[in-house]
């Protein structure tokens, strides 16, 4: 079965700080992707990043940064320098990938990130 | 660029009415998936659609029905509403394609609330 956990209910920091968000995952599929969303308070769900198994290089887009390790399987995000636009829920999903495509998304429960001024 | 369109935005109804929520994806995408999101919960996979089949089936009640048309574009009907149904219902698209094109891009949901 396939299974996202994101220990971190909540987290509330000041701005301009660093913070990390952990999400640990178990698949038993050899190929699989994972994916980082992020949910405003406006409601909508937004795409952060895509990772496939098989990849494991590491990802920088500007203040974030993904660090993905099959041997722990986890697949962390950091936000750094974190500002109030941050502020948001944000979901770890994974879905596995057969008949040459990906299935539905399974999401862990989210990590509501608190930035203040 | 172009993003998922859902339809309506809001919508309030009674118990036991039936209410039906419309999906128009990404251009060119071929595939939709329906989620939905309880309050404080996180996104639940219903159903899913590629080039006008059923693709995929998740814990969709069997109250809930839905399809996808010559245009692509989707509907969720669902009927004898209860008051749990009361959720953020949400589209998503792809396209079905590589690894590397295969992502689902999400609308901004519909929020159903039953009374």
Known sequence: ?117 | AAGVIQSPRHLIKEKRETATLKCYPIPRHDTVYWYQQGPGQDPQFLISFYEKMQSDKGSIPDRFSAQQFSDYHSELNMSSLELGDSALYFCASSLKGTAYTDTQYFGPGTRLTVL
Do not use: H, M
Not at chain 1, 80 to 90: H, I, N, P, R
């Open chain 1, 1 to 117: 079965a396939q299974k996202v956990t994101q220990a971190q209910t909540e987290i509330s920091v000041v701005e301009k700080e660093d913070v990390t968000l952990d999400c640990v995952y178990e698949t038993r599929d050899t190929t699989y992707y994972l994916f980082w969303y992020k949910q405003p308070p406006s409601g909508e769900l937004v795409f952060l990043i895509r990772r496939n198994s098989f990849d494991e290089q590491n990802e920088i887009s500007g203040r974030y940064s993904w660090n993905f390790q099959k041997s722990t399987s986890s697949f962390n995000f950091t936000i750094t320098a974190s500002q109030v636009v941050d502020s948001a829920v944000y979901f770890c999903a994974l879905s596995a990938y057969y008949g040459g495509s990906q299935g539905n998304l399974i999401f862990g429960k989210g990590t509501k990130l608190s930035v203040k001024p």
